[in-house]
């Protein structure tokens, strides 16, 4: 079975409350932590979630608002004092690395381990044998970057009694079966993957909205996501003041979800002015049944079988 695990570290709107870090969440996978946006505070909430900041990791900051990146100078500090080994990306739109190499500059902190800042745009923007990670443009009051986590396909269920049959000796031949390529026998016969292997099994997505209101570019990349983690700033009386500042409802993330068919729908980006969260969460499952409102440090697992 393959798992991943989503660690909502801050989950406030522009301003933290006791209760609510600003904004970040990180998906864990194999040793391997992907961290979406790093407001402030979110390495403190990384240590209470037992996670490392000398890990391997990737961070993917959706646009250049406060709350979304003060918290990666502090992180980097700290990576620092810990003798970080593993090389560190953070991804972001333009902007990104003039912010940091500022900021690393006016204070005089050199990190001692491999660090690069990448500006991106729309499309792949990493891509490991595994998995890769998509972005789109969001709309936002800024340039801001929605990101989709998405493991590569399983390969489907290999019948070596069906290959026996077909006549395909064991060894080499099986191996490209199972890689979905054809063979071609000793006595010219074809045989394609499809006649010995099930079709494959979809790796798992996840989609991180970064700030945006409800946007059909949002909706294509979270199209049939595990998992869609979406920004929910306002209740619906709010709803004129979310369309004017670029910001989502609860309800406006969930008629997103349920338009991208996804699976799972978590909100977060709560503005401090709600206490009765259930309001927030209510609203969403008048449409979208399965929504869930972010605490910080809730834990979501998304699993998949891998094919017997």
Partial sequence: MRQVKVVALGTAGPIPTPERSSPSFALVREGEILLFDCGEGAQRQMFKAGLSPCAKMCIFISHLHGDHVFGIFGLLHTMNLLNRQHRLQIYGP???????????????????????????????????????????????????????YIEKDYLGRFHPERAEALGVPKGPLWKKLQRGEEVVLEDGRVVKPEEVVEPPIPGIKVVYSGDTKPCNSVVELAREADLLIHEATFAEDLRDRAEEEKHSTAKGAAEVALKAGVKKLVLTHVSNRYRDLQLLEGEAREVFKKSYLARDLDVFLVTREKPK
Avoid: I, M, N
């Fill in 94 to 148: 333009q902007g990104l690395r003039d912010l940091v190499e500022a900021v690393l500059a006016h204070t005089g902190l050199k990190p001692r381990f491999p660090l690069e800042l990448l500006e991106v745009r729309g499309g792949v923007v990493r891509e490991t044998e595994s998995y890769l990670v998509k972005a789109a443009w969001a709309e936002h009051s800024v340039p801001c970057l929605a990101y989709a």
